[in-house]
């Protein structure tokens, strides 16, 4: 009798620490983010007492001009969980140039060869590589902290508008 309540107890605590519920609190900076657990939404921040099960979970934190955030959590049985996030900003920012026959490349995802683009992007720095004839000619890090517009000389930094 002794080896079968063993058996039950070990049972109820695996499926007790499977379905655990876990406190939960999101703040953002700035507020009113929009939070989404697992794919489903549990409101705008800040979020207070809400309950998450113990496990792997994702969270995808999205503001209208800011950068979204995806963040993987695996909560572990505990009393709660507390989440601080600080949500970067994106901004508009253009880029010219007078140079002919010039390629930018910027953080090796966005090309172009136009002499005026419009582009949004996350605070923070930049890699800019400037490309003629094949050949890198050019790398600078620039730094986008407002709305703003770059201006590109050959042998020169480039400069802000």
């Known amino acids: 009798m002794k080896h079968h309540c063993k058996k039950i107890f070990f049972v109820y605590f695996v499926l007790c620490g499977l379905f655990a519920q876990v406190k939960l609190t999101v703040n953002t ?18 979020i207070h007492k809400a309950m998450i099960t113990t496990g792997e979970h ?5 503001k ?7 963040y993987d959590l695996i909560v572990n049985p505990s009393e709660a969980v507390h989440l601080d996030f600080f949500l970067n900003p994106i901004y508009k920012v253009k880029f ?19 002499d005026l683009i419009r582009l949004k992007l996350e605070a923070g720095d930049h ?6 004839l094949g050949n890198i000619i050019d790398e600078q890090t620039i730094l986008v902290d ?4 770059f201006r590109y000389f ?8």
């Open 29 to 46: 900076i700035p507020k009113r983010a929009e939070i989404l657990l697992d794919g489903k939404s549990i409101g705008k921040t800040p």
């Open 58 to 62: 994702k969270f995808e934190i999205n």
């Open 64 to 70: 209208s001009g800011f950068a979204p955030l995806i």
């Open 96 to 114: 010219k140039t007078d140079e002919k026959g010039l390629i930018f490349e910027l953080n090796g995802e966005h090309r172009w060869d136009d």
């Open 127 to 132: 890699m800019l590589r400037v490309f003629k």
């Open 146 to 149: 407002e709305p703003k517009t």
């Open 154 to 161: 050959l042998k020169k930094p480039i400069s802000e508008e």
